[in-house]
């Protein structure tokens, strides 16, 4: 069935530092990728989304881009803030009703 | 602005209580769904609903039923709480207007504790 892989974290950062988490995924047709971020104390949001292959996803200065030959959905931003300390998750839909989420990744940013 | 609402943020029960977690959407979406989330496993997939009254086993179903008797309300209930069932409790809902993003809206959660 189809899955997401993330690195495993957690993962530390000085601010300012770039930052990328990988995730790759396995699936037989041709799904929607999306990343998710987990404030503390709070629920799941949307932090960027694509849709077909070689689309972009952007937000908040993230970014990720849909490899399909890779089968690959890496979550980059430039300049990490203390304020993006959050768990990351990656996830797919096939289009049917459910959404298949990678483990998730902490990222700590100390200042 | 779209919100889900879950009727407590903690709760601690007794090893057997009868268990009901409640969720509330206010986007008119057509489905809803309940994780659990634990560390290292992610979101795990407990039950989910395309409509009123209609429901459907996720992965991990087994001790929980639900029920959706209304399109804003679904609940989550634990027949006989066991200490296993400690975990966040996470609520979400979409809309299949849209099938090709299938965007999810999550509740703020419900971490419970059984003792």
């Known amino acids: 069935g189809d899955s997401v892989t993330q690195m495993e974290g957690p993962v530390t950062l000085s601010e300012e530092a770039f930052l990328t988490i990988n995730c790759t995924y396995t699936?037989?047709?041709?799904?929607?990728l999306f990343w998710y971020v987990q404030y503390p104390g709070e629920g799941l949001q949307l932090l960027l989304k694509?849709?077909?292959?070689?689309d972009k996803g952007s937000n908040k200065g993230f970014e990720a881009t849909y490899r399909k030959e890779t089968t690959s959905f890496h979550l980059e931003k430039g300049s990490v803030q203390v304020s993006d300390s959050a768990v990351y998750f990656c996830?797919?839909?096939?289009?049917?009703?459910?959404?298949?989420f990678g483990a998730g990744t902490r990222l700590f940013v100390k200042a | 602005d779209v919100k889900v609402t879950q009727s407590s943020r903690y709760l601690v029960k007794r090893t057997g209580e009868k268990v009901f977690l409640e969720c509330v959407q206010d986007?008119?979406?057509?489905?809803m769904f309940w994780y659990r989330q634990d560390p290292g496993l992610g979101l795990r997939l407990i039950y989910f609903s395309y409509d009123v009254k209609m429901k459907e086993k996720g992965d991990i179903p087994e001790g929980y039923s639900v029920s959706r008797e209304k399109k804003e309300r679904f609940s989550l209930i634990l027949e006989s709480a066991s200490t296993n069932q400690t975990s966040m409790y996470l609520c979400?809902?979409?809309?299949?207007?849209?099938?090709?993003?299938?965007?999810?809206?999550f509740g703020p959660g419900t971490r419970l504790t059984v003792l």
């Open positions: 979400a809902s979409s809309s299949p207007l849209d099938p090709a993003w299938n965007e999810q809206f």
């Open positions: 996830a797919l839909t096939d289009g049917g009703f459910k959404t298949i």
């Open positions: 699936a037989t047709g041709y799904p929607s």
């Open positions: 694509a849709t077909k292959a070689d």
């Open positions: 986007m008119d979406h057509e489905n």
